[in-house]
């Protein structure tokens, strides 16, 4: 009996040392991680936030340039009639869209499917107005039947997306 005390007390103390060791050790652990976490995002964050921050704003500058207004005003004199203009009105949106769909990875889904929107009504706008014109009448014409239509609109959606794109930037960043 007088082993298994002599034992027990040379176990016992050796055991608390061991278990306070672990302890010491895993909190050790932990912290390491925790730190190494925060830097690693940290420098993640310093890398991509200039890229994020460059996504939106070429979408800023891809919605006012595929605003009616702007779009008409840049490629103005680029067609002679109604079907030639609607058709470079057409492939600037496109050839725009193409160049910044990348973009995307960097935005929200609701950002990116307001941008989409925009660019589709815009499409659709162009579209309907050539459609109430003589395709070949002179491009000027297919000008005021998009501002006339433009005009019956309270807010063109291009302005409501670029409203939510600078709120998100907003909220994101600052």
């Not at 390491?32 to 460059?54: A, F, W």
């Not at 769909?101 to 950002?111: F, G, L, P, R, W």
């Not at 239509?149 to 600078?166: G, H």
Request: aromatic share 6%; hydrophobic share 50%; net charge negative.
């Amino acid at each position: 009996m007088e082993i298994v005390l002599d034992l027990v007390k040379i176990v016992m103390p050796a055991g608390l040392v061991l278990f306070a060791m672990y302890l010491m050790v895993s909190t050790l652990v932990k912290k390491e991680l925790l730190t190494q976490e925060l830097t690693n995002k940290k420098s993640t964050n310093e890398t991509l936030l200039p890229i994020r921050l460059q996504a939106y704003e070429r979408m800023c500058l891809f919605l006012e340039r595929i605003t009616p207004a702007n779009l008409l005003i840049r490629l103005h004199g680029k067609a002679n009639t109604v079907a030639e203009f609607q058709s470079v009105l057409l492939s600037e949106i496109r050839d725009e869209f193409a160049h910044n769909v990348a973009q995307q990875m960097y935005m929200s889904d609701t950002a990116w499917t307001a941008v989409k929107t925009a660019m589709n009504d815009t499409v659709t706008l162009i579209n309907l107005a050539a459609n109430e014109v003589k395709p070949e009448s002179p491009a000027i014409e297919l000008s005021k039947q998009i501002f006339e239509i433009q005009l019956s609109k309270q807010i063109t959606t291009s302005d409501a997306a670029l409203s939510l794109v600078k709120e998100e930037v907003r909220t994101l960043f600052f």
